[in-house]
C-alpha cells in the first residue's frame, strides 16, 4: 500500500492509526473518568445543594456579577488598545537604523518581558504613593485600582506584541522591501505601505493569542480590590447565609471566562478570513515621488 508523505513526516500506516486509535480512546477515557470523579467529589461535599446555588438567581446577584463583567471587559478593552500602540512603536524602533533607538527599545522589550505581571501590577499599584510629592499628581491611579492592572497590562502585553509584529514583518521575504528601496521609496513608505500591513496580517493569529491572554490576565486585579469578575466570585463566595459557595461562583466566573474567550477567538477567526478575503486582487498605487496613496490599482505608480 502506498504511503502519502507530508512535509514533516510520513503518513501512518494500519498499525500505527490504529495505535493512534487506542491511545486517543484510552485519553478521552481517562479525561471523562477524571471530570466524573470531580463531579462527584463536588457533589459529596455539597456543591450542588440548592443552598449553594439559590444566590444566582437573585437580580442583585446577576446584576453583581454583569457589573463585574463590565468592569473585565473594560480593563480588557484599554489594556489591548494601549498593548497594540506601544507594540507598534517599539516593534518600529526595534527595527530602526539608529542604534541607541534601537537599543532603548530592546532594554525596554527585555525588561517588561522579563518582570513577572504580578509584581508589575502591585509595584504601580503601591508605588504612585510614594511618589505623589505635589497635590494631584497621579492621583487617577491611587484613586482607581483599574488604572494600575490597565497599565501594568500594557506594558507587559505591549512588549510581547512588539516581538509578534517584528517577527511577522522580519519573516516576510527581503525582495520585497528591496523591489521598493529600488523604485525609490523611503523607509517608512515601505514600512508603512508594504511590511507593516503583511506583517500583522501573518501574526494576527499570534496577535489575537495574546489579547486573549490579556482577557485572562485581567483577573488578577482581584488582588488590588479591583472589582471584576474573580473579585466579584471571591465576595460571593464568601456569604455566610448560603453556605460559601466559593465553587459554584467559581463555577459560574469560570464559564464566562471561558465563553468570552471563545467569542474572542471566533471574532480573530473571522477577522482573518475577512482580511485575507478582503485583499485579494487589491492592490494600493503608491506615488514614488510624494509616497501619497492614490486608491486601489495595478501596483506602484512612478
Excluded at 494500519?14 to 471530570?35: C, D, E, F, K, S
Excluded at 527585555?110 to 504601580?124: G, N, Q, V
Aim: charged residues 15%.
Amino acid at each position: 500500500m502506498s504511503q502519502k508523505a507530508t512535509v514533516l513526516f510520513d503518513a501512518p500506516g494500519p498499525r500505527a492509526r490504529r495505535r493512534n486509535a487506542i491511545i486517543g480512546v484510552l485519553g478521552i477515557a481517562l479525561l471523562a473518568g477524571g471530570l466524573a470523579w470531580v463531579v462527584y467529589r463536588f457533589d459529596q461535599t455539597g456543591q450542588f445543594d440548592s443552598q449553594k446555588w439559590d444566590p444566582f438567581q437573585y437580580t442583585a446577584i446577576q446584576q453583581m456579577i454583569l457589573d463585574g463583567l463590565k468592569a473585565t471587559l473594560k480593563a480588557f478593552a484599554l489594556a489591548v488598545v494601549f498593548s497594540l500602540v506601544l507594540g507598534a512603536l517599539l516593534a518600529a524602533a526595534r527595527l530602526s537604523d539608529h542604534r541607541p533607538v534601537r537599543w532603548a527599545a530592546t532594554a525596554f522589550v527585555t525588561f517588561f518581558r522579563a518582570m513577572p505581571l504580578l509584581i508589575l501590577i502591585f509595584f504601580l499599584y503601591l508605588a504612585p504613593a510614594k511618589l505623589s510629592y505635589w497635590p494631584g499628581f497621579l492621583d487617577f491611579i491611587n484613586d482607581d485600582p483599574m488604572w494600575p492592572l490597565v497599565i501594568g497590562l500594557s506594558l507587559y502585553n505591549g512588549t510581547v506584541q512588539a516581538e509578534n509584529m517584528r517577527a511577522g514583518i522580519l519573516a516576510l521575504p527581503k525582495g520585497q522591501s528591496e523591489a521598493a528601496y529600488a523604485l525609490g521609496l523611503r523607509k517608512y513608505q515601505v514600512m508603512t505601505f508594504i511590511l507593516v500591513p503583511q506583517g500583522i496580517r501573518s501574526m494576527l493569529p499570534t496577535i489575537i493569542s495574546q489579547m486573549v491572554v490579556t482577557l485572562k490576565d485581567t483577573s488578577l486585579g482581584f488582588l488590588i480590590t479591583y472589582e471584576e469578575l474573580l473579585f466579584i466570585a471571591k465576595r460571593l463566595g464568601s456569604y455566610q447565609d448560603y453556605g460559601l459557595p466559593l465553587i459554584p461562583a467559581a463555577i459560574v466566573v469560570g464559564t464566562i471566562y471561558i465563553i468570552s474567550c471563545m467569542i474572542l477567538s471566533g471574532v480573530a477567526v473571522w477577522l482573518e478570513r475577512f482580511l485575507s478575503r478582503g485583499r485579494k486582487g487589491r492592490v494600493q498605487k503608491i506615488d514614488v515621488v510624494s509616497g501619497e496613496t492614490l486608491g486601489a490599482g495595478a501596483g506602484i505608480s512612478v
